[in-house]
């Protein structure tokens, strides 16, 4: 499986309504009648499917807009298909293969949504999330000061402050040039990998409650450090990242179900150029949607802050 605390890929299905609402159907239980039109009726499911078929047009529209604008839309979308009908472009070819695909797509979207979707349980997203917490390997975080100057001498001046029973807190509030300063120098917690190698080298051979004895060069200058605590680095929170994992859990099942499909379908591809370019490809997400990527779910703090 995919690690959902590294980067994830996450997959987000919509669906494609358009030929319900070319159809002027019911889609959901509500056939409550909001207006007509030449005699027809549109309800409360239509709005809904139209809202939810056109969700970017509307997405910048105030809330209690949106209703409004999706009744505009079905007047209008009923009112051209009507002549389009009456005009005979209902019975093109070219529009009985375009009916098709939307009717494909919209039955792709449905199984997803009842076969699939709905096999990504609470108790398997937690599931998910449990095994890949046992699976983590114990690591190390530490919870460091430091008070960042830009010559060697102004470090060395600093430890000898410390030395004399000098607040670490009070002298990074006043001397240290970066961004945790105002916080006394406080990085909060950090792990391997998370600093430039000579701050975290340093950092993490020291004792609790320690100050380093020499200054330590990084690229932004020299170091002073303060280890505060220890510990072994705690996962993030189930409520933090569940999501993440039943995004991880949908792709997964979907690309899982496909194979399976695939296995025991004939698929033929004709053209050359295509058939080189399809074959070796990377798994595809669904219903032709570019696969998004999350932020790892804790942003470490820098060196240089």
Known sequence: MMNPFRRLSIVR???????TVLAGTAWAQDD???????????????????MA???????????????????????????????????????TEEFQRRMDMLRQRALH????????????????????????????????EVRARHILVPTEEEAVAVIEQLD???????????????GAAA????????GPGQ????????????????HSAEP???????HVIKVEDKREQQPPAFEEVQEQFRSVLLRQTYMDTLEDLRQGAEIDISDPELKAAIEPAAEPAPAGEAPAEAAPAEEAPAADE
């Open 13 to 19: 299905i919509g669906a494609a309504a358009a030929m």
């Open 32 to 50: 409550a009648v909001v207006a007509t039109v030449n005699g027809q009726p549109v309800t409360e499911a239509d709005l809904e499917i139209a």
């Open 53 to 91: 078929d056109l969700g970017q047009q509307f997405a910048q529209l105030p809330a209690e807009q949106r209703r409004a604008a999706a009744l505009s839309a079905v007047i209008e979308i009923r009112l051209l298909a009507a002549q389009a009908e009456s005009e005979g472009l209902g019975d």
């Open 109 to 140: 979207s449905t199984y997803i949504d009842e076969q699939i979707a709905s096999k990504v349980t609470d108790e398997a997203v937690r599931a998910a999330y449990d095994e890949q917490v046992s699976a983590m390997p114990a690591r190390e």
């Open 164 to 178: 004399e029973g000098g607040d670490f807190e009070a002298i990074a509030k006043e001397k240290s040039q970066d």
């Open 183 to 190: 916080q006394g120098g406080d990085l909060g917690y950090f």
């Open 195 to 210: 600093m430039v190698p000579e701050f975290e080298q340093a950092a993490f051979a020291m004792e609790v409650g320690a």
């Open 216 to 222: 330590i060069q990084t690229q932004f200058g020299w």
